[in-house]
């Protein structure tokens, strides 16, 4: 009786840690999982604008400009996330001047970058557009797209960078309520310049640059406040030093983010050659499937900082507590996906395009890639926390390895093979399982109970 009532008493404790772990998470998750559903809204709004003023020809060009933009906004990502690293550790340590600095430093680049950015996609536009092959009868609607959609950069790299900064400095509001301002700010505008001045893909871009402006301002205000607030008031300059710092620490992730810039352009030069309509059905897939990775994206903040203070408070044991319920979470909403999506895919995707073969593309796509999201959500959260617990250096050998060099080759060689929109479509499982399978081993005999096939 004695042990049953301990092993009662053991599970009880148990659940209660459980049930901790999982209020510590939904606490990170959901602000993350808005502030994406956000910016996934954004870019929502210029496809129903699309479906409802315009035919599968303009999905298709904007398809192709989102691959050029990946490669852009690569770049941006590690100035943002490391804005927001470098800032938290100078407010850990209680040096408002060096918080101060890395303030001003971090926004005052943003505009050299960002005119840099804009004046190269300006440059660049009819190469690009030459180089993925692109169907002549899109290609100067493309070109134009392309350079009008170039001039977003600047604002939204400025965004990106004081919204990281307010939420570092304990203002979460505000950065949200600008985006839900320009949220509605561009839907009224493209309605206004595609719906009724007929401006095609161009009303997009100058709805887009118009909102992001605006929701720009509204940060730029609370960062003014903020400073007002610092009991520390640097001269506004850059310092040159926070700048080398944020190149040396973010090396790996801008390595990582040209590569996939890079290959986000390789891979349109394989889907441009199998025709317009195939274009259109990858473009709707890519959007499809940023909508079902949001919940997996929320859950990457959470694995890294709690893996982090778990491993440094009790080690393995407190850590594989952390990322057991993360991962059950995550795989259980994987497989979730296998049926749901081929459930709302058909009428989503004909929603949108309005053309049988443009659904019959995205719908192979769904049918063979959704599968495989369990792979990818388990590589997502132990990717998440080994960066939590440091090992920067490794991830970026396993991201070349696998969701570069592995994928590209798979690329290549299913394209040379079997042919068609499946072959290009199937990097994606394959390379997915491989990360999964090498991270997986690592991970899991690294930080294993005992700690007996540690690597």
Aim: hydrophobic fraction near 50%; include cysteine.
């Amino acid at each position: 009786m004695a042990r049953s009532g301990m092993s009662k008493a053991a599970l009880s404790e148990r659940r209660l840690r459980v049930r901790d772990v999982m209020r510590s998470v939904l606490l990170m998750a959901v602000p993350a999982f808005m502030s994406s559903l956000l910016i996934y809204l954004m870019n929502l709004l210029n496809y129903i604008i699309l479906a409802l003023f315009s035919d599968y020809t303009s999905i298709a060009s904007y398809g192709i400009v989102a691959s050029y933009t990946n490669l852009a906004a690569g770049f941006f990502v590690p100035i943002s996330m490391g804005t927001g690293y470098m800032l938290q550790r100078a407010l850990k340590a209680g040096d408002a001047h060096k918080a101060q600095s890395v303030i001003d430093t971090m926004i005052l680049i943003t505009v050299p970058i960002g005119l840099f950015s804009i004046l190269f996609a300006y440059l660049i536009a009819p190469g690009y557009i030459w180089q993925v092959v692109t169907p002549e009868e899109i290609k100067a609607s493309t070109t134009m797209f392309l350079r009008f959609f170039s001039l977003t950069f600047l604002p939204i790299l400025y965004f990106s960078v004081t919204t990281s900064v307010l939420i570092q400095s304990g203002e979460r509001t505000i950065p949200i309520l600008a985006e839900i301002s320009a949220l509605a700010l561009h839907g009224s505008f493209s309605y206004i310049f595609v719906g009724l001045f007929n401006w095609d893909i161009r009303g997009i871009a100058i709805s887009a640059i118009v909102s992001q402006i605006i929701a720009s301002l509204i940060n730029t205000h609370q960062i003014l406040v903020v400073r007002r607030k610092s009991i520390a008031r640097p001269p506004l300059r850059i310092d040159r030093s926070i700048v080398r710092k944020l190149a040396k620490e973010e090396r790996g992730l801008i390595a990582i983010a040209f590569l996939g810039g890079v290959f986000a352009i390789f891979l349109q030069f394989y889907i441009d050659g199998l025709g317009i309509p195939t274009i259109a059905g990858f473009t709707l897939f890519f959007l499809f499937q940023d909508l079902l990775f949001i919940p997996i994206h929320a859950l990457r903040s959470p694995a890294r900082s709690m893996s982090k203070e778990a491993y440094e408070r009790d080690g393995n044991d407190a850590l594989i507590e952390i990322m057991n319920p993360l991962l059950v979470l995550a795989i259980g909403y994987s497989l979730l996906l296998i049926p749901l999506t081929r459930l709302i895919g058909p009428p989503l995707f004909l929603m949108f395009s309005h053309d049988p073969e443009v659904t019959a593309v995205g719908m192979r796509l769904v049918n063979l890639v959704s599968s495989y999201y369990i792979f990818y959500a388990v590589s997502t959260l132990l990717t998440s926390s080994l960066e939590g617990l440091g090992k920067k250096t490794l991830l970026t050998i396993f991201n070349i390895g696998f969701n570069f060099v592995a994928r590209i080759l798979v690329l290549i060689l299913a394209a040379m093979l079997i042919q068609g929109d499946e072959s290009i479509a199937i990097c994606y499982p394959v390379s997915w399982a491989l990360c999964t399978a090498a991270i997986g081993v690592y991970y899991f005999a690294t930080y294993s109970r005992t700690g007996k096939y540690s690597l």
